[in-house]
């Protein structure tokens, strides 16, 4: 697969989730209501749509999970080479989508900020833990080796349910982006479209507190998730070995 059409289905995956974002949501009289369904049943098709060509990751924080979490010279490697590429791609698709919707939406752009009554303190934590649960979802069902990802359209649902979960933990206070590309597609789209610079004045949240997520996740998945399953793994071919022997050896074996 060419480097290029890996690229262009990363910019088309989050131009697709940013999509479903921006026309899923009702404006009215300055207030915004989305239908979080809609928005759920985009990014499931976002995912399988690019999933088999790019690897699906349409989130600059998830690139950089997958690169932490690699343990491979060679691998970590590439995917350094492709980190900045992938992180381009996804906000050039992401701010494409709420750019339209100010052709198609009068000028109404999804507004993403933290709730005005709490704190960026509550913003900041619940955005990183409610990124750190849904980046770590994906990190587990990425192993092929999993038990659930050996059905590639239950891995995505299981993947969808992580992120509807990370947005149900942090929706009501920071918005629950999850997503830096989001943040940035959202918030300077609305810049561009107002002038007003406070417009990105959150944007800041959006951005670190995902790639802090990313680093919770990677530990989570190389340290518990990985570690328990390797030993698992071990603890079964012992069980599977032994079972093999003859019961002369067995019983060597016991007497040891």
Excluded at 71 to 84: I, Q, R, V, Y
Excluded at 149 to 175: E, H, P, Q, R, V
Aim: hydrophobic fraction near 45%; include cysteine.
């Amino acid at each position: 697969m060419s480097t290029s059409k890996i690229l262009l289905a990363e910019a088309l995956g989050t131009f697709l989730l940013a999509s479903a974002i921006e026309f899923n949501t009702v404006y009215f009289e300055g207030t915004q209501t989305s239908n979080t369904f809609s928005i759920l049943a985009g990014f499931f098709i976002a995912i399988t749509v690019t999933r088999e060509i790019s690897g699906g990751h349409i989130n600059p924080a998830v690139t950089f999970s997958f690169y932490l979490a690699e343990e491979k010279p060679d691998n970590k490697s590439h995917l350094f080479t492709m980190l900045f590429p992938y992180m381009i791609s996804q906000c050039l698709g992401a701010i494409c989508a709420p750019l339209l919707g100010i052709l198609l939406y009068n000028g109404n752009i999804f507004k993403l900020a933290p709730s005005p009554s709490a704190s960026l303190v509550d913003a900041f934590l619940l955005e990183m833990i409610g990124s750190a649960f849904f980046f770590s979802v994906i990190l587990v069902q990425s192993n092929k080796d999993a038990y659930g990802s050996t059905d590639k359209t239950l891995s995505t649902l299981m993947i969808t349910g992580g992120l509807a979960c990370g947005s149900a933990f942090a929706g009501n206070i920071s918005g629950a982006g999850l997503n830096p590309a989001i943040g940035f597609g959202f918030n300077v789209a609305r810049l561009l479209i107002t002038g007003q610079v406070d417009e990105c004045k959150y944007l800041w949240i959006y951005i670190v507190s995902p790639l802090c997520g990313s680093f919770i996740a990677s530990w989570f998945y190389s340290c518990c998730f990985k570690k328990f399953y390797e030993d698992d793994e071990q603890s079964l071919k012992k069980d599977q070995d032994y079972s093999l022997m003859d019961s002369k050896k067995k019983v060597e074996m016991n007497n040891l």
